[in-house]
């Protein structure tokens, strides 16, 4: 007599329902283990005296390396320091930031100067507030 190569109608049952009950449970286990909605969003302050001038100064926020400067108007800007066409990481130079992966270049206002760049770098909300410097880069919700 041959053995039977297909599983009994019983046991695809069982798998079948040990799924759907595990399903729910799964579910609460990845939501716990999220980060909270707030915990997404991550906060760095400088002193203020950290921006003297029009200097570059470099940070890194969630992990992303982003560089400030001081506008002449006193505005602060900050841009992620990654490449916009193949994510590289970008360094300040002196007239703006270049990208050695693919030889692009962005002005000191991140829009593409040279090279294979189109988009200009991403910039990341800051501000002064209460004598510092506030950096804050979100995640998108997911």
Known sequence: MKPNAYPSRRAVLRIVVGAIMATPLL?????????????????????RSELLGTAVHTASVM???????????????????????????????????HCACHGGRFDAEGAPAGGPVRRPLRTIAAYDEDGMVVVRMETSAS
């Open 27 to 47: 579910a609460a286990v990845v939501r716990y283990l999220q980060p909270p909605a707030q915990a997404r969003r991550r906060t760095v302050r400088l002193m």
């Open 63 to 97: 992990g992303a390396a982003v560089a400030l400067r001081r506008r002449g108007d006193g505005s602060i800007v900050a841009f992620d320091l990654a490449c916009t066409h193949a994510g590289c990481p970008v360094t300040p130079v002196a007239n703006g930031f």
